[in-house]
């Protein structure tokens, strides 16, 4: 999909040009939060669960050295391999060297996000290597070219309809076919075979465990499962920050992921993988990829404690209005805004202002990220640097100018209320931002300023 | 440097002062009614719950519920099936199975899980390659939460161990629901 050097604003622009789509698909991620909410408050320990998880991933980060090295140790006395990707390029030459020496060129893989941060699947099909994405979500952006709008619901921007084109192009299903429960049955099928004849599956990582050397994964689909327990060699990436310290802290997240998620009780499998299984190759990477830099920067560094819920997007006016896709990378959302900065400053730049800092992605986060305030140092972080764009910084200077002198504040009310009253036409057209998807308000009469002037006097 | 030192040397470099641990005992409440929550979440999530009372009730009711199964592979020494589970050297072996019955250790009453490790099962895949589930736990084996499933899994030594909560299911389209995306289409829990 061709998204150029277009800004979020740009991209959110192109999105919101169906209206009747950005109100449904408002509305549907809504009902997600909603769902979420009706989940959390079962539990009346749901605060101190936050709490509790926050404080783990708080000492996983400060002792995150100590953590990798002792989960390496156990990794490897459980038979599993274990590689360490500096950045995005070492992870994928990683993967397709373990494909090569296995002379496999047909994979399938289950939901990573990491795999799309590295644009892995580019990078293997470029080497003739087939992927095959099987939470069917992604295979369903994976058929139409395009990238996962959400990280939980990676295809919540399409309609059924489009979804049964698809099928029909690629799978073969009757035209016209838009049911849920048809498709989804077509894509089992499809998909079965996929698993049943693949020598190698890649899967993501939820939490790996210091203590023991085991990695959960989770998924409702039950893919991840199909494709690591049918293949010969099974590959699991994660980021460095996945680590837990021990078996029993896996209660806290997962009691708290899906919830946050979906609003279900829990994922429907919760797998935990120990040991490779008889005859077969269990390979980890653990990854960096700008990790460890973010962990230095002491405003940014708990945006590593994010379980990848997408309990932020779903509740984020702006998500909700403009689309996973107007973010330009791998994650979307508020958590993806403070996360992207960091990888790069100039590319990203546009990220932390795509939002209202209402805060709301900080209330619902299960691990206490203070995202809103993320994205507001971000803002001053860019301006500082100098990523921030020439007519934003203009426009700022004016607006310091104009509230710093009260006369030429009140000229400047005056003549703004005058104009929306006589000329409305100079602001009701396309070069105003503000008139675009709105109506301007009435003006009012008089400022406050005014009002508070005349009405003082009458009182006393 | 190579990768593996190179992110090693920079965390350490980085990482902040040190935070305590919580203490996760006080997520230990005592819940009497876990049978009733665990069936009623069981139902909730699209499985189904049957409370029974002996071994010949469950061979009843799978001999009623499953009568379109070919293949069913029994993991019960209780319920002997004609393609009872011996060994299988390959997992694909298990592609055509229909039914499989498997014991779990304990269930959660919280969001309806059972806790199943691969010493129990033949392969590993075989919950999820099966078009349908059936397993068996006691009414016993019920814990609260999953504060109480992880006291109870201890540091057990296991290659692969799995929480099972309901049939395989996927809400990718349009957030419509639909029971059975790659695993099994239903999930029946015996309660003994």
Redesign the interface.
């Known amino acids: 999909m061709d998204q150029g050097n277009k800004d979020h604003a740009a991209l959110a622009e192109r999105f919101n040009e169906d209206e009747p789509r950005v109100n449904w698909h408002d509305e549907?991620l809504w009902?997600?939060r909603a769902k979420r909410d009706k989940a959390a408050h079962t539990l009346p320990?749901w605060e101190?669960?936050r709490?509790?998880a926050s404080?783990?991933k708080?000492?996983v980060?400060?002792?995150?050295?100590e953590y990798?090295?002792q989960f390496e140790e156990k990794a490897k006395a459980n038979g599993v391999v274990v590689h360490?990707?500096?950045d995005a390029k070492?992870h994928n030459e990683i993967v397709y060297a373990l494909l090569q020496q296995n002379g496999i060129s047909r994979i399938v893989k289950s939901k990573s996000m990491l795999t799309e941060e590295c644009h892995l699947n580019d990078y293997l099909q470029q080497q003739g290597i087939e992927v095959i994405d099987?939470?069917?979500?992604e295979r369903?952006v994976q058929l139409a070219n395009e990238p996962p709008s959400h990280i939980v619901?990676?295809?919540?921007h399409?309609?059924?309809e489009e979804?049964g084109e698809l099928f029909h192009e690629h799978l073969g299903t009757p035209a016209g076919n838009a049911d849920?429960?048809f498709?989804?049955?077509a894509a089992?099928l499809n998909?079965?075979e996929k698993?049943?004849t693949r020598r190698a599956a890649m899967t993501g990582v939820n939490f790996a465990v210091a203590e023991?050397g085991e990695f959960v994964v989770c998924t409702?689909?039950?893919?991840a499962?199909?494709g690591a327990?049918?293949a010969d060699v099974h590959i699991a990436c994660m980021g460095?920050e996945k680590i837990v310290?021990q078996?029993?802290?896996?209660?806290?997240f997962?009691?708290l992921l899906a919830r946050s998620a979906?609003g279900?009780?829990?994922?429907?499998?919760?797998?935990?993988?120990?040991?490779?299984?008889k005859g077969q190759q269990m390979h980890i990477v653990?990854v960096?990829n700008g990790r460890?830099?973010q962990?230095?920067r002491?405003d940014f560094?708990n945006s590593l404690k994010c379980i990848r819920c997408g309990a932020c997007m779903n509740t984020c006016p702006v998500y909700r209005r403009s689309g996973g896709h107007s973010y330009h990378t791998a994650i979307a959302g508020p958590i993806g805004s403070i996360l992207a900065p960091n990888l790069d400053m100039r590319k990203y730049a546009d990220l932390p202002f795509a939002s209202t800092l209402c805060g709301s992605c900080s209330n619902v986060c299960p691990v206490k990220i203070d995202i809103h305030d993320q994205l507001y140092k971000w803002r001053q972080v860019l301006v500082k640097e100098g990523y921030a764009p020439a007519a934003k910084k203009i426009a700022m200077q004016g607006m310091t100018f104009t509230l710093s002198n009260p006369g030429v504040y009140q000229f400047a009310g005056k003549a703004g209320r005058w104009i929306m009253d006589k000329i409305p036409f100079i602001v009701n057209n396309k070069l105003n931002p503000w008139y675009k998807q709105r109506e301007m308000p009435e003006p009012p009469k008089q400022s406050f300023g005014e009002w508070y002037k005349k009405n003082r006097k009458d009182n006393l | 440097m190579?990768?593996?030192e190179?992110?090693?040397s920079?965390?350490?470099?980085?990482?902040?002062?040190?935070?305590?641990?919580?203490e996760?005992q006080?997520?230990l409440?005592p819940d009497t009614k876990v049978l009733e929550k665990y069936i009623n979440?069981l139902t909730a999530?699209g499985g189904l719950a049957h409370v029974v009372n002996s071994y010949a009730e469950i061979d009843n009711i799978i001999g009623q519920e499953y009568k379109e199964a070919q293949r069913i592979i029994s993991l019960s020494k209780e319920l002997p099936m004609p393609g009872r589970a011996e060994k299988y050297a390959d997992?694909?072996e298990l592609?055509t199975v229909d039914l499989a019955i498997i014991n779990a250790q304990f269930g959660?009453a919280?969001?309806?899980?059972v806790w199943v490790t691969?010493d129990m099962l033949p392969?590993?895949?075989l919950p999820?390659?099966t078009q349908q589930l059936a397993v068996i736990i006691k009414r016993t084996d019920i814990v609260p939460?999953?504060?109480y499933?992880?006291?109870r899994?201890g540091?057990a030594?296991?290659?692969?161990?799995?929480?099972?909560?309901?049939?395989?299911?996927?809400?990718?389209?349009?957030?419509?629901l639909?029971l059975?995306?790659?695993?099994?289409k239903t999930m029946r829990v015996f309660i003994l």
């Open positions: 549907t009902w997600v320990e101190q669960l709490e509790a404080q783990i708080n000492n980060l400060s002792n995150l050295s990798l090295l360490w990707a500096a070492d099987t939470d069917l979500g369903i619901l990676p295809c919540i399409k309609k059924k979804i849920p429960k498709l989804a049955n089992r998909l079965r698993f049943l023991t409702n689909e039950g893919n499962d199909m327990h049918l460095i310290p078996r029993n802290h896996l209660s806290v997962l009691r979906t279900q009780p829990v994922t429907t499998y919760s797998s935990h993988f120990k040991k490779p299984r653990l960096d460890s830099v962990l230095g002491a560094r | 190579n990768s593996r190179k992110i090693l920079a965390v350490k470099n980085n990482q902040p002062a040190q935070n305590i641990l919580p996760l006080s997520f409440k979440v999530i997992p694909h592609e959660v919280e969001n309806a899980a691969d392969q590993r895949v999820f390659i939460t999953m504060h499933a992880y006291e899994i540091n030594d296991y290659g692969f161990g799995v929480f099972i909560a309901g049939p395989s299911k996927t809400a990718d389209i349009e957030q419509s639909v059975g995306a790659h695993g099994p």
